[in-house]
């Protein structure tokens, strides 16, 4: 059993920074790649960014670049996201996401963690 849990959320005024933090834990043997995605209220989740295995590779939803910036701690089985110069259309609830190889399994699982709330007031 893994579970994912997310932490670093809250409310900021527009043009503010936060970092969002998702640590893994449970009986891992290894983590592929890791994400966050968000959903605002009434709308779709949506990929916001991702990043690969040994941290090499990283993709953004384009409202995103240039501001956000997706990394990871193997050692930690941790990944972060930092957030600035955010705006109202930020807001929303974030989650994470990973591709985990649990100890005894025969493959990797897609985990989601609980998701913590992000408010970008005007």
């Known amino acids: 059993q893994v579970q994912l849990v997310e932490s670093g959320g809250g409310l900021v005024q527009a043009g503010g920074s936060l970092r969002l933090s998702c640590a893994a834990s449970?009986?891992?043997?290894?983590?592929?790649?890791m994400a966050w995605y968000r959903q605002a209220t009434g709308k779709q989740r949506e990929l916001v960014a991702a990043?690969?295995?040994?941290?090499?590779?990283?993709n953004y939803v384009e409202s995103v670049k240039g501001r956000f910036t997706i990394s990871r701690d193997n050692a930690k089985n941790t990944v972060y996201l930092q957030m600035n110069s955010l705006k109202p259309d930020d807001t929303g609830v974030y989650y994470c996401?990973?591709?985990?190889?649990?100890?005894?399994?025969?493959?990797?699982?897609?985990?989601w963690g609980q998701g913590t709330q992000v408010t970008v007031s005007s």
């Open positions: 996401n990973a591709d985990i190889f649990s100890r005894g399994d025969d493959r990797y699982r897609n985990n």
């Open positions: 449970g009986s891992i043997f290894s983590i592929g790649t």
């Open positions: 990043i690969s295995s040994g941290g090499g590779n990283t």
